[in-house]
T-cell receptor, first 112, second 113 residues
Framework: GESVGLHLPTLSVQEGDNSIINCAYSNSASDYFIWYKQESGKGPQFIIDIRSNMDKRQGQRVTVLLNKTVKHLSLQIAATQPGDSAVYFC???????????FGKGTRLSVIA | EAGVVQSPRYKIIEKKQPVAFWCNPISGHNTLYWYRQNLGQGPELLIR????????DSQLPKDRFSAERLKGVDSTLKIQPAELGDSAVYLC???????????FGPGTRLTVL
């Protein structure tokens, strides 16, 4: 398949282990954050979002943590599976109608 | 329910040639976005439509790029003439409203030779 990016930071994890992907966002005024998953040859797919009035939100096997003090966002994936292999992007904006700004991606590689 | 549809999936052209991309958003989605994604980077917004109105085109290089969404449904993005630096994946996304979840299409990979 096609490669989304050739020079991305890469995280390699064993199948079944937990993964943590980090993101430093740029705008201290941002109040809405999203994690996207992008597989080769596909567009980004929404995983989970969080608003700035929260510091943690959980989904199915995924947890997003927000630290506004240091402008840091993380995505935790529990029991990582081969199907989780993809490039992950964080994105930020202000809910009052500003463009979504994507961060640099991280390639997650799951070792079976 | 069908997702966002884009065509073509791949396009190879020589520099200075024109090229056009087509997007059909999810039915009922009023907001449509065009993004450009360079290799190894996240998508960058080119233009956003609310129905047929372009409400944010500040990042669209207007000397060579144009877009339209005449009936507020499907949209085309055109480049004329294409330059080598335009090689990228062009993504279309749609959402129910401007603050809603964005659903992305598979993209068109453009290669300019």
């Amino acid at each position: 398949g096609e490669s989304v990016g050739l020079h991305l930071p890469t995280l390699s994890v064993q199948e079944g282990d937990n993964s943590i992907i980090n993101c430093a966002y740029s705008n201290s005024a941002s109040d809405y954050f999203i994690w996207y998953k992008q597989e080769s040859g596909k567009g980004p797919q929404f995983i989970i979002d969080i608003r700035s009035n929260m510091d943690k939100r959980q989904g199915q096997r995924v947890t997003v943590l927000l630290n506004k003090t240091v402008k840091h966002l993380s995505l935790q994936i529990a029991a990582t599976q081969p199907g989780d292999s993809a490039v992950y992007f964080c994105a930020e904006n202000m809910m009052g109608n500003t463009p979504l700004v994507f961060g640099k991606g991280t390639r997650l590689s799951v070792i079976a | 329910e069908a997702g966002v549809v884009q065509s073509p999936r791949y396009k190879i052209i020589e520099k200075k040639q024109p090229v056009a991309f087509w997007c059909n958003p999810i039915s009922g989605h009023n907001t449509l976005y065009w993004y450009r994604q360079n290799l190894g980077q996240g998508p960058e917004l080119l233009i956003r439509y609310e129905n047929e109105e372009a409400v944010d085109d500040s990042q669209l290089p207007k000397d060579r790029f144009s877009a339209e969404r005449l009936k507020g449904v499907d949209s085309t993005l055109k480049i004329q003439p294409a330059e080598l630096g335009d090689s990228a994946v062009y993504l279309c996304a749609s959402s129910l409203a401007s603050v809603g979840e964005q659903f992305f299409g598979p993209g068109t990979r453009l290669t300019v030779l």
